[in-house]
């Protein structure tokens, strides 16, 4: 059973920060293109960073320079460090493959807002 499981939403004030984490199971994420995707309310989603399998990186423009994708292939985990956070950035975040097999993990909620 392939799975993606990922955590470390929550509240935060703008300018600050949060990590997120989606854990894979049943696959190595590291032989597979991986991407953070969000979906802000009553918006369709939109990708915000990849990662390749030989681990090249690439960000959208509205993020670049604030959201850092990262791996750890030893604990099969794949990771949004997300700096300088802002309100539009409120959204449900959800990591999936980019390609090879199609999953998807369920969001976890950033609320961005004073």
């Known amino acids: 059973d392939v799975q993606l499981q990922a955590s470390g939403g929550g509240s935060v004030q703008p300018g600050g920060s949060l990590r997120l984490s989606c854990v894979a199971s049943?696959?190595?994420?590291?032989?597979?293109?991986m991407k953070w995707v969000r979906q802000a309310p009553g918006k369709g989603p939109e990708a915000v960073s990849y990662?390749?399998?030989?681990?090249?990186?690439s960000t959208v423009t509205s993020v670049k320079g604030r959201f850092t994708i990262s791996r750890d292939n030893a604990k099969n985990t794949l990771y949004l460090q997300m700096n300088n956070l802002q309100p539009e950035d409120t959204a449900v975040y959800y990591c999936?493959?980019?390609?090879?097999?199609?999953?998807r993990g369920q969001g976890t909620l950033v609320t961005v807002s004073s």
């Open positions: 049943g696959f190595s994420l590291g032989n597979y293109g």
């Open positions: 990662i390749s399998s030989r681990g090249t990186t």
């Open positions: 999936a493959t980019n390609g090879g097999i199609d999953v």
